[in-house]
């Protein structure tokens, strides 16, 4: 895990954004570092509240949080349909709230949000590839808590993190292809043993060995997997006998 840099450290952002990526164990713990960050990062003279919102399939969620009450602020957009987050993710732009008491724009959520102390609010979308969305989403229990420049700060950090986020995406993708492969070529070897081991039991050919394997595998409505590897386990002698493909 990285460690977040200080005001003190010569570290910039792009730079702790790649070290994230390459040193979180998965996209969840990356994706409540980088709200962890984006909160103390983009703080200046008032706290900030940060949350990653996640579209999928047109269903929003809040993926990470650097504060307990974000999730509680989220949940209330998801509910009635609307809010800044939202709007930033449905029409790809930033939506500013200086003011919840004067914003005409999300009435009902306005409202309830401005009952749990946020006085405002400002989301900026993060753009991903394919069929997933993401927000940054930060609150304040203050009003006008974000100038033009915290706009223009906050827009600039989102566009690295956007890039941290895709390849942290592309990442994740690469390992469960590598996973799909490696179990892939795990089946295929303990199904290759298991034919060899009923073609030297029935002196049969590869092809009748393979069809014997699979008139078991589905009158007994098992995997053609597992069935071979009872069949591997059997003639090893040995149920537990692991067959695998070293990575």
């Not at 450290?9 to 954004?17: E, G, I, K, N, R």
């Not at 990470?64 to 998801?78: G, I, M, N």
């Not at 004067?102 to 753009?127: F, M, Q, T």
């Not at 007994?220 to 997997?225: E, F, G, T, V």
Request: contains cysteine.
């Amino acid at each position: 895990m990285a460690e977040e840099p200080s005001i003190h450290q010569d570290t910039s952002v792009a730079d702790y954004l790649q070290d994230l990526v390459l040193e979180s164990a998965d996209v969840e713990e990356l994706l409540n570092e980088l709200a962890t960050f984006s909160a103390s990062n983009l703080s200046h003279n008032v706290e900030l509240l940060c949350g990653v919102t996640l579209i999928r399939h047109k269903k929003p969620a809040t993926v990470a949080t650097s504060d307990s009450r974000v999730l509680a602020l989220d949940e209330l957009q998801y509910g009635y349909g609307e809010g800044p987050c939202l709007a930033a993710l449905r029409a790809g732009t930033t939506m500013h709230v200086p003011d919840l008491r004067e914003e005409p724009r999300w009435p009902r959520y306005c409202s309830a949000a401005w009952d749990e102390g946020i006085g405002s609010i400002l989301s900026v979308p993060l753009p991903l590839e394919g069929e997933a969305n993401a927000g940054l989403n930060l609150y304040s229990t203050r009003t006008h808590a974000f100038s033009g420049d915290d706009i223009d700060k906050a827009e600039a950090y989102a566009g690295q993190a956007s890039k941290a986020l895709r390849l942290a995406v592309r990442v994740a993708h690469l390992a469960d292809d590598r996973k799909h492969l490696i179990a892939a070529m795990e089946s295929r070897t303990v199904i290759d043993i298991a034919v060899g081991a009923i073609m030297a039991q029935n002196r049969c050919s590869q092809e009748s060995a393979m069809k014997i394997l699979r008139v078991a595998s589905s009158t007994r409505n098992i995997k053609l997997r597992d069935v071979a590897a009872s069949i591997v386990a059997s003639v090893a002698e040995d149920p537990k006998v692991l067959t695998h493909f070293d990575s």
